[in-house]
C-alpha cells in the first residue's frame, strides 16, 4: 500500500499572524489570501498547470486546529487511502486520532507522532 504521496499543505502558528502574513506577501511574494494563507497550484518543468495544489497558512497562537499536538506546526502530507493507511498505523500502535473528515476538499484524518506533533493525511478528491 503507499502510504504519503506528497505534500499537501504547510500550517503555522504565529504570534501576530496578521503581521506575518503581511511579512511573506510584501518580502518573499506569497499570495496571501483573507483566509490567511496561499495554495500554490503545481505546475510541470515546462510550468504548463499539473494536478494538484500544496497550501500554506499562518494561524494565530489561540488556533485550536493543532490539538492535541503541542508543536506549533501542522505538515499536511497526500496520502492515496486515506481510511486504509489509519488502519494499518491504528495496527502498528501508531496514535491516530478517532476523528476524520470528509467533504468537497477530500479525506482528512490524525496521527500524532512520537514527538507530539500533529500529523494531517489527506486523500484529495478523485482527479487532484
Excluded at 468537497?104 to 487532484?128: M, R, S, T, Y
Aim: aromatic share 12%; proline share 5%.
Amino acid at each position: 500500500m503507499k502510504r504519503v504521496t506528497g505534500i499537501g499543505g504547510i500550517f503555522f502558528k504565529a504570534r501576530d499572524a496578521v503581521a506575518l502574513q503581511s511579512w511573506y506577501k510584501t518580502h518573499l511574494g506569497i499570495d496571501v489570501q483573507d483566509w490567511g494563507g496561499a495554495a500554490f497550484r503545481w505546475t510541470d518543468d515546462a510550468g504548463n498547470p499539473a494536478p494538484g495544489t500544496t497550501i500554506w497558512s499562518v494561524s494565530g497562537e489561540d488556533s485550536d486546529m493543532f490539538a492535541p499536538g503541542t508543536s506549533s506546526f501542522i505538515i499536511n502530507y497526500r496520502v492515496a487511502d486515506l481510511h486504509a493507511l489509519l488502519q494499518a498505523l491504528r495496527a502498528e500502535g501508531c496514535k491516530v486520532l478517532d476523528q476524520t473528515d470528509e467533504s468537497e476538499f477530500g479525506k482528512f484524518g490524525w496521527v500524532i507522532d512520537p514527538e507530539g506533533n500533529k500529523v494531517e493525511l489527506w486523500e484529495p478528491p478523485a482527479g487532484q
